[in-house]
């Protein structure tokens, strides 16, 4: 059974920096392009960062660029989001995807939400 589990998430002023773990378990992160996506309230969820399988090339959200860096930990099998310099507009639910050819697998979320 594949499961993504990502963790913290929480409230925090603009600003400021939080970390979000995914740790992967039923798979093997190194073989699947690993992502970080978002969702607002009334928006359609979107592309925040991904890391393409074996790790050759990542993509940032234009809006991220600069402030967020992916990463993998092949040996905990856990992919990371370090989210700097936040703003109010970064507030969403983050979920965790990893994705091969015809298979897609999603976390259950975690809540980002940041003050002004």
């Known amino acids: 059974q594949v499961q993504l589990v990502e963790s913290g998430g929480g409230l925090v002023q603009a600003g400021g920096s939080l970390r979000l773990s995914c740790v992967a378990s039923g798979i093997i992160i190194g073989v699947y392009s690993m992502g970080w996506y978002r969702q607002a309230p009334g928006k359609q969820r979107e592309l ?25 930990d092949y040996g905990k099998n856990t992919v990371y989001l370090q989210m700097n310099s936040l703003k109010p507009e970064d507030t969403a639910v983050y979920y965790c995807n990893a994705a091969q050819v015809g298979t897609d697998y999603w976390g259950q979320g975690t809540q980002v939400t940041v003050s002004s």
């Not at 991904?50 to 860096?69: E, I, Q």
Request: charged share 15%; net charge positive; proline share 0%.
């Open 48 to 72: 925040v960062a991904v890391l393409t399988n074996g790790g050759s090339s990542t993509n940032y959200a234009d809006s991220v660029k600069g402030r967020f860096t992916i990463s993998r």
